[in-house]
């Protein structure tokens, strides 16, 4: 995934190569000087559990506002 041009410098990261690698292959490159109980498999689930962490509470705050905004009684008049 990581090229490194003739001077040296990094290579910019196309998704063609992303697709070319896989989506295992990236976990296991990530896990690959890790100690055992990091396998690639456990990045895997912590991954998945990120973004579960940080998409469950926008969508969760979306259906609270979308519920109370129709529960909401209609607003009276100012001075009636």
């Not at 000087?33 to 705050?61: D, E, F, H, Q």
Request: glycine residues 10%; hydrophobic residues 50%.
């Amino acid at each position: 995934i990581i090229g490194h041009r003739g001077n040296g410098a990094l290579a910019a990261l196309h998704i063609g190569e992303f697709r070319a690698v896989g989506f295992g292959a990236v976990f296991e490159r990530l896990a690959a000087n890790k100690r055992a109980p990091i396998s690639p498999r456990v990045l895997i689930v912590l991954w998945i559990l990120y973004l579960a962490g940080t998409v469950l509470p926008m969508a969760v705050m979306v259906v609270m506002a979308l519920r109370s905004k129709r529960t909401r009684p209609p607003e009276s008049p100012i001075g009636h």
